[in-house]
């Protein structure tokens, strides 16, 4: 196994702040055929009693290939790839299970970092927002939560509006 072939950002990929890896990928890092791949995973859908999981860790996709035409792949959760990985053999194929899980880990780990940290800005840069935010979803009202936080309930309504838009509230129903 080189180490070379094992960059982080190669092998695994955040969208949408989920991370994920592909059967390309796969392919290529376990030295098998892409199409054997494909057909594994297909076969670990089949087979997969809950639809539900399947649909949720196998993500039916394309690339294009060298003559620009599109190409079926499938982008791979953190369990997907567990499962589908778990088939493989050889002591080479133990080397990539755990260096894929590492990469796994260490891309969520930054992800919630990163999370925490936008988090921990959110409560220094609009205390107000924050705390009307938590106060609405314990069931406050717009005039008590104004005497909480010493705000007008035009107040709080805009504080609520911004809360909605930083995700820190449901958005209101239609």
Request: charged share 20%.
């Amino acid at each position: 196994m080189k180490s070379d072939l094992f960059p982080e950002t190669l092998l695994v990929n955040v969208a949408d702040g989920h991370t994920f890896t592909t059967s390309l990928m796969v392919a290529d890092h376990f030295h098998k055929h892409h199409k054997n791949v494909l057909r594994a995973i297909e076969s670990l859908i089949a087979d997969c009693p809950d639809q539900a999981f399947g649909r949720l860790n196998f993500e039916p996709s394309s690339y294009l290939n060298a003559q620009s035409k599109p190409q079926p792949l499938y982008r791979l959760t953190h369990n997907g790839f567990a499962l589908l990985a778990m088939g493989f053999t050889g002591a080479e194929a133990m080397g990539w299970k755990i260096a894929f899980l590492r990469a796994f880990n260490a891309m969520e780990a930054q992800l919630r970092a990163h999370t925490e940290r936008e988090a921990a800005a959110l409560h220094l840069l609009r205390p107000v927002t924050v705390a009307v935010a938590e106060q609405t979803e314990a069931g406050l009202n717009r005039s008590a939560i104004g005497f909480e936080v010493d705000r007008s309930p035009n107040s709080i309504s805009y504080h609520r509006r911004s809360a909605r838009r930083l995700g820190l509230l449901p958005q209101r129903a239609a």
